[in-house]
């Protein structure tokens, strides 16, 4: 399923019904979050978000075990993650901030609750 380019702001809980979808591209849309329910995908093999607002990604993305792709680029994500491949773990990171005007703000806002 491709939905890229459409601005849509979220992805409905009732992805999770898809139980047999593989491939899903959500490029460069207005995506903020991604529901728990994503987490029921278990046929999912590629998930691309990448040109969203994401911030954060819901723990039972790991639940994924046939995930072999997973486009992150572009988005405002600052937390850790797991990456798996064919249902196997290969590590534990945590994403990279790299914009820097996003970086400033968050270290104001840091600064004015000391």
Do not use: W
Not at 93 to 110: F, I, T, W
């Amino acid at each position: 399923m491709r939905i890229n380019h459409s601005k849509i702001t979220k992805i409905p809980k009732r992805i999770g019904k898809l139980y047999y979808l593989q491939y899903l591209q959500l490029k460069n849309n207005r995506i903020k979050e991604v529901h728990e329910d994503i987490s029921k995908l278990k046929n999912l093999e590629s998930f691309e978000l990448s040109g969203n607002k994401l911030k954060k990604l819901p723990k039972g993305i790991g639940g994924l075990i046939n995930l072999k792709v997973l486009n992150l680029n572009d988005n405002n994500l600052i937390e850790r993650f797991e990456l798996f491949i064919c249902g196997f773990e290969l590590s534990n990171a945590y994403s990279e901030l790299n914009n820097p005007l996003l970086q400033r703000k968050l270290l104001e806002d840091q600064s004015k609750q000391l």
